[in-house]
């Protein structure tokens, strides 16, 4: 942030504690005023009741003892954690974490003081509000429909991968029931591909045909694939397995899905990327006729905003052109998630000018039209570890088979019945909460961060380009991560992957370093296009099946500020620089 900060820029570092504890004092003073309301909040309950801790057991030996050891094992992990990663140095550019934010901070600090149980209001009385609240705000960045999507908080990005995959698959097995109860009646005549990819309205038309209950509805998605795949062929006299459209740079939670889901590995099918690095719509339209016309049901279409390696976005808007093409001419209905674990917030940057083009822009401003979106607030929403959460269009497409809890009396506003995971805490919501109301997912609030850091992302390619001799920088960045190599034209890639691995490890997180970064393995057969549009100027003798390249993520919103001593761009770049001499 720049001496000459405008007033605004100014408000946005009081969100943080600062590279040296700058803003230690108001730190100090609201985490003491949060322990003392908590204190009080205990006291004032039950006064009555009488004291459980009297002073004479606080003077005996045995207590005193036992508050020694816990002091003493306080100041050991205290001590051990000061050895950590500094993630929230300027200095740290290695993976998806960087400074938390105050308020997230806060928040979280102070759920854990209460500790609720978001499984059911019986265990969280505020706690489920605030997730309902906060769960709100992200729809309203997203461009949702908040009186019509839904959402709500999980662990992180694969579970709530894992959320949107097992409402993708229930609604694909409600619609095969009927579509296998309708054919025995003689109501029906598809195919089981079309019954897979049928769509509400004919759904809706079946079941007023006859009476369908909900355990017919249920039959299939709780049966094993093996049974399932029976009743499917006694029904129609044929299955072919469903098949899960991913893009070949997919998460690697999606295998996990997969196998577990029970499609198998084998079914998840990958969509080629282009010369941007990203799904290429071409091989889409080509993968979707291939399921058409050999009627292999599309369970699910996952395209990603924010790549773990590159951090690129899928065209979005075109993706999701194709799908609505797909329902409108071919009565064709398939289930598009959008993998945002990382970029997600990026959607805060929708109404600002000049900081994206207008490809990331139309793409963001899809978002909405997808069934399903994953986000993950523990990335770049600056929120403590651990935080996801998965949105849902639909609300009626987020309801499951409920398992009846005996113990459990679940009411209209508890999502526990339908989440994956049964207890959950309330401490992600209230941080992304607090973040939402202080900071703002707007334009103005995480905007102006997170655009930030796309700029710092700029200046430090800048920075390495005049800097680094030989360095090669991929000219798609579509937001805050970039990746470089360095090498000479003809080198072996076995020798420029050599030095890779030595300038990760010279700046690396296992040791003491003056910078941090990370490291990424892009394939060669599944990037070729990418690679030659993406390195113009540069060919290596490619005698291996892989580029390694060095990742930096630029989160930190003072990456690029004036007023420390040390310019932290070009002094990561003079210090690569100086590393390499006679290695190059």
């Known amino acids: 942030m720049s001496k000459h900060c405008d007033p605004s820029d100014i408000a946005l570092k009081s969100f943080f504690l600062g590279p040296q504890a700058e803003n230690a004092e108001m730190v100090s003073h609201i985490f003491h005023h949060i322990v003392e309301r908590w204190i009080l909040w205990r006291r004032n309950r039950f006064p009555d009741d009488g004291c459980a801790i009297s002073n004479d057991d606080q003077n005996t030996r045995e207590y005193r003892n036992a508050l020694k050891k816990v002091n003493t094992l306080v100041d050991e992990l205290m001590s051990r954690f000061e050895g950590e990663v500094p993630k929230f140095s300027p200095r740290y550019i290695g993976h998806m974490f960087s400074e938390i934010s105050l308020p997230a901070l806060f928040g979280h600090c102070m759920t854990l003081l209460h500790n609720p149980n978001n499984v059911s209001a019986e265990a969280s009385r505020v706690g489920i509000k605030i997730e309902h609240e906060a769960i709100v705000e992200l729809l309203n960045m997203c461009g949702f429909d908040v009186n019509q999507s839904t959402g709500h908080f999980t662990s992180g990005g694969t579970v709530a991968n894992f959320e949107a995959a097992i409402r993708a698959k229930w609604r694909m097995m409600r619609w095969l029931s009927i579509a296998c109860k309708s054919k025995s009646q003689k109501f029906w005549e598809g195919t089981h591909f079309q019954a897979a990819n049928l769509g509400w309205t004919q759904f809706h038309e079946l079941h007023r045909r006859f009476d369908f209950s909900d355990e017919s509805e249920s039959e299939l998605y709780l049966s094993s694939p093996l049974e399932a795949g029976r009743l499917i062929a006694e029904s129609f006299g044929k299955f072919s397995e469903p098949v899960l459209l991913i893009p070949a740079h997919r998460h690697y939670s999606w295998e996990k899905i997969a196998v577990l889901l029970g499609y198998g590995k084998n079914n998840l099918i990958p969509v080629e990327l282009d010369r941007h690095g990203t799904i290429s719509i071409t091989d889409l339209i080509k993968k979707l006729e291939w399921c058409r016309k050999a009627e292999r049901p599309i369970a699910m279409l996952v395209s990603v905003l924010g790549t773990t390696e590159l951090g690129l976005v899928d065209p979005i808007h075109e993706i999701q052109r194709v799908v609505d093409d797909y329902k409108n001419s071919k009565n064709i209905f398939i289930w598009h998630h959008i993998d945002a674990a990382f970029g997600g917030f990026f959607c805060s940057l929708k109404d600002t000018h000049g900081l994206i083009d207008d490809k990331l822009k139309a793409d963001l401003n899809s978002v909405a039209s997808a069934d399903s979106f994953t986000i993950d607030p523990h990335k770049l929403g600056y929120v403590p570890y651990s935080c996801g959460a998965v949105l849902i269009r639909d609300r009626w497409q987020n309801q499951l088979p409920v398992q009846p809890t005996p113990y459990i009396d679940f009411h209209d506003d508890d999502r526990g019945h339908f989440t994956l995971e049964g207890s959950r805490s309330a401490a992600g919501a209230t941080a992304t909460w607090l973040t939402a109301k202080t900071i703002g997912f707007n334009a103005d609030g995480y905007g102006r961060i997170l655009g930030r850091t796309i700029e710092s992302g ?35 890639l076995t020798v420029v992957n050599e030095r890779t691995r030595q300038i990760f490890e010279q700046f690396s997180p296992y040791k003491e370093s003056d910078f941090y970064v990370s490291k990424t393995d892009i394939p060669i057969d599944r990037y070729s296009e990418f690679l030659k549009a993406n390195f113009p100027d540069w060919s290596p003798n490619k005698n291996c099946s892989h580029l390694m390249l060095i990742r930096v993520c630029l989160m930190n919103p003072f990456f690029t500020s004036a007023e420390p001593k040390i310019n932290y761009p070009h002094s990561f770049a003079e210090s690569l620089a100086q590393f390499l001499r006679g290695r190059l």
């Open 458 to 492: 700029r200046i430090l390619r800048q920075a390495l380009k005049e800097i680094v001799p030989n360095v090669h920088i991929p000219t798609s960045a579509d937001t805050n991560i970039l990746c470089f190599c360095v090498g000479k034209s003809g080198e072996p």
